[in-house]
């Protein structure tokens, strides 16, 4: 359970991201990591190493607490959760898509070790971006993201936007090979919170 509820924070980490740069042109650079490191995480040896650990995650716990508690104000990242989770169904049963995405990460991974930190971060996540548009976008239902038209036509924006997306996901596959299902999300949301509080609580 603790390491479904950790899956799902990441899922619920990068739609808020989503929201964040969709409606304010700014976003958490730390979490923004986080989900990006987890698209290069191919051999982690457990849940929180797909992450880099679980203080990662708290803007993920805090958003999936504050979700299952009904705020308005995540309506938009409950819904980019929704859509992640559908389009991964459809993702889980496109055997080339997979091979290709996972093949192209590989590379993206290898990209500009000489630069600093951001400025190789913001390298991968254009060429995320554009993997992205080349597979799940061609995926229904697409995801539509609402936010600003000033933010959403600014390509720095929009590449991450899709990075954390497909980091989105990955936490959703994730959270689906360790047992996590729709049914628990509707009927099991106190056990799940338990979990994230007691993340949170440390």
């Known amino acids: 359970m603790k390491d479904r509820t950790l899956a799902l924070a990441g899922v619920f980490q990068a ?27 191919f051999e ?25 508690e009904g705020e308005n104000r995540y309506a938009d990242s409950l819904r980019y959760v929704i859509g992640m989770l559908q389009v991964e169904r459809r993702f889980r049963r496109a055997a080339k898509s997979q091979k290709e995405v996972g093949r192209r990460l590989e590379e993206i991974a290898r990209m500009a070790p000489d630069l600093d930190q951001h400025e190789r971060e913001d390298q991968q996540a254009a060429a995320i971006a554009e993997l992205y548009s080349e597979t799940i976008s ?9 936010g600003k038209p000033q933010y959403l036509k ?21 959270w689906n090979q360790l047992g996590g299902n729709r049914f628990q999300l ?17």
């Open 15 to 41: 739609a808020e991201l989503v929201r964040q740069a969709a409606c304010h042109g700014t976003w958490s650079g730390y979490a923004a990591t986080a989900c990006l490191n987890s698209l290069f995480s």
């Open 138 to 146: 061609r995926m229904s239902p697409r995801i539509v993201v609402s």
């Open 44 to 68: 982690a040896d457990s849940t929180a190493g797909v992450y880099g650990g679980v203080d990662r995650m708290r803007l993920g716990m805090e958003t999936l607490i504050a979700v299952l």
């Open 186 to 202: 509707m009927f099991g949301r106190k056990a799940i919170m338990r979990e994230a509080q007691g993340f949170l609580m440390g």
């Open 154 to 174: 600014n390509d720095r924006t929009v590449d991450w936007v899709r990075t954390l997306l497909l980091a989105g996901l990955r936490s959703a596959t994730l």
